[in-house]
């Protein structure tokens, strides 16, 4: 079973063609051959979930410097280079100098190979589409301007290139969803827990989203209004438990099967939950909040779990313990469709060689190995309250986790690593866990892990993508490290 989606994914990418205005009066029909490359490309992003604005070719300075001004007037996430032929750099220098844009050139030649049998100038040009990218490069580095990740193929029947695009083209909805996203922050740190603290003004520095500060009684306004029967909760009752399995406790005894009270408070909890969000148009929250012993407010917000694994599988991610730095790395595995539960090392199987990844929630649902559980909690350990707590182990296969740590200087820096979820047993705990084996064996991998000076909690998600999350923390200017996993 899938969570649907709260908001469709969505980027805005640019597409301008680069090319040689002396070619054209040279070559009849060269410029329409090449401005027809350019609108393939353009078709094919369009597939990949992204509004596409094609700005044309520019073959000079003179027409480079005319675009700039439309290039920073459309508000771009992406801009793609189209090296449709060889084209001086003085189409590119103005526009490295003057966008705050990420940039990604691309060169897809018409052929596989020149049919060099019959070969002209004509072909030549038609299929020069590297010729100019270092070039390109070179006046990137001399202006002191990142230089531009490159594709490199052919137009036609390249899986490779066409994934490269879309692989960019998921960048572009993180990018996009980063700058524009207003992300809660609720309640306080958890006690003792340094390095939870986190600037928003830094959140907003590098990232672009704005932090929205939030107070717990906004949610229980919402909570206090859902009297016994109302329709949206019993709404919700009914899909929690056609979503989630309920069995009966196994070894652990602070839990049970789950309660109808429990049931009850997780829904009211998870209703006023939506309404809150709606309301204050947040796109992700980070909360931690204890509340007096046996209040109303304690019962809420020590119930956000089941709400909170709804809403993160729908694109909302939801982080505990106030983290809005795991908060934003699970932005970033959602809209990388790839998942983000929020995670943390729990005990090494040194049998197995793989250690316990997860936490009590919350938990990107759609990546679940197979129907996830709800059991009541007599207690949650380390924390106040009791109530409906999530488990389940998440696909079996590649993994990538992320974790965003504040160094010493106040900059962020991502902390990356690849491995695989193997099956088997997890504790009963009314907690999510899987199996992480990593190379080159669990205790070498840890030990690594530790020395770059991770934040404790991670997002999890499916699949290997270490590249793109490097790529991303390029385009943002943040430090990233992908764990070594040689021997």
Not at 25 to 52: C, H, M, S, T
Not at 361 to 379: C, F
Not at 431 to 458: C, I, M, Q, S
Not at 462 to 470: F, R, T, V
Request: with cysteine; charged share 25%; proline share 5%.
């Amino acid at each position: 079973m899938q969570i649907a989606r709260r908001k469709p994914l969505y980027a805005k990418v640019g597409v301008i063609g680069v090319g040689h205005h002396v070619y054209w009066p040279q070559f009849d029909g060269l410029l329409d051959r090449l401005r027809a490359k350019q609108e393939l490309l353009g078709e094919k992003l369009k597939k990949n979930q992204v509004e596409v604005v094609d700005f044309g070719l520019i073959d000079n300075a003179e027409t480079a410097y005319a675009a700039v001004k439309k290039l920073k007037a459309a508000d771009l996430d992406l801009l793609f280079i189209d090296m449709v032929t060889y084209a001086t750099s003085s189409t590119f220098g103005v526009l490295v100098r003057e966008l705050n844009v990420p940039m990604v050139m691309v060169a897809l030649q018409e052929l596989e190979a020149l049919d060099y049998g019959r070969a002209n100038t004509f072909m030549q040009l038609c299929n020069d589409d590297l010729c100019s990218m270092p070039e390109f490069t070179g006046v990137a580095m001399r202006m002191g301007k990142k230089i531009p990740p490159s594709i490199i193929g052919t137009l036609h029947d390249d899986p490779v290139a066409d994934e490269q695009l879309a692989s960019y083209c998921r960048i572009a909805h993180v990018l996009h969803d980063l700058r524009t996203a207003r992300l809660g922050h609720m309640g306080h740190v958890l006690e003792a827990m340094l390095d939870m603290h986190t600037d928003p003004t830094s959140v907003t520095r590098y990232f672009g989203a704005h932090v929205v500060q939030c107070e717990p009684d906004e949610v229980m306004t919402f909570y206090r209004s859902l009297e016994s029967g109302n329709p949206e909760v019993e709404a919700m009752k009914k899909r929690i438990l056609e979503f989630f399995d309920t069995p009966d406790p196994v070894s652990d005894p602070i839990t049970t099967k789950l309660t109808d009270h429990d049931l009850e408070v997780a829904a009211k909890a998870a209703v006023a939950l939506e309404k809150f969000i709606q309301n204050k148009k947040l796109d992700g929250l980070a909360y931690y909040y204890e509340a007096e012993e046996g209040s109303p407010m304690r019962q809420l917000v020590t119930n956000f779990i089941v709400g909170n694994s709804l809403l993160t599988a729908a694109g909302f991610p939801m982080c505990g313990e106030f983290d809005i730095k795991t908060c934003l790395a699970m932005l970033i595995f959602d809209r990388l469709e790839i998942g983000g539960s929020f995670a943390e090392f729990h005990p090494i199987d040194f049998a197995r060689d793989t250690v316990l990844v997860g936490h009590d929630g919350p938990h990107h649902l759609n990546i679940a190995d197979k129907r996830p559980v709800i059991r009541s909690l007599k207690k949650y350990h380390g924390k106040p309250g009791s109530g409906a707590g999530v488990e389940f182990n998440i696909k079996t296969g590649p993994i990538t986790m992320m974790s965003i740590g504040v160094k010493a200087d106040g900059q962020f820096k991502f902390v990356i690593a690849e491995g695989e979820s193997m099956a088997g047993p997890i504790p009963p705990t009314g907690n999510t866990n899987t199996h992480g084996k990593f190379a080159p064996d669990v205790r070498t991998f840890l030990t690594r892990w530790l020395a770059e000076g991770p934040t404790h909690h991670f997002a999890l998600g499916i699949g290997h993508h270490a590249a793109e999350l490097k790529q991303i923390a390029d385009f943002l200017g943040i430090e990233a490290v992908v764990i070594d996993q040689k021997p």
